[in-house]
């Protein structure tokens, strides 16, 4: 058994050495400038890593929150353009309360898929589930 890849899922360490979950803090970090900080730093340090590591594979995670962001969006493809490696990058789009315009999530998925990286849909996987629960 190998390792496949590598998620890069965000957590808090605090002063008393105790983890927090995304659960526990990301949902009061979206009403504030933290929750781009913290998407940023995600999306930094996955670019880093690839090109750290650039036999590897990594994915990390967004929300629609995140490709409707002018600065997150680029901020992304602006790395696809410069590592050497993009096929080693999936992104997953979150299923998120709100998404509506899906027009502009696709207008994302073609663009970073333009340069090689993975798109993983777990709105669609949501909604797959969603049918089989309902037929049976």
């Known amino acids: ?15 008393n050495n105790r983890i927090w979950s995304p659960a526990q803090f ?3 970090a979206k009403d504030t400038i933290l929750y781009a900080m913290l998407s940023k730093s995600v999306i930094m340090q996955t670019f880093e ?4 590591f650039p036999q590897t594979h990594f994915s990390f995670n ?17 790395n696809l353009r410069t590592i050497e490696n993009p096929q080693n990058l999936s992104i997953e789009i979150l299923e998120t309360e709100g998404v509506e315009d899906y027009d502009r999530i ?8 333009q340069h090689g990286c993975k ?3 777990m709105i669609l996987a949501a909604r797959i589930l969603t049918f089989i629960v309902f037929c049976r």
């Open 106 to 113: 696709n207008l994302f998925v073609n663009q970073v898929k």
């Open 26 to 28: 990301l949902n009061i």
């Open 62 to 78: 967004v929300s629609a929150i995140d490709i409707f962001d002018d600065e997150l969006r680029g901020l992304i493809i602006d």
């Open 49 to 52: 890593l690839l090109r750290k």
């Open 1 to 15: 058994n190998s390792i496949w890849s590598y998620e890069i899922l965000i957590r808090i360490l605090d002063e």
């Open 119 to 121: 798109i993983r849909s």
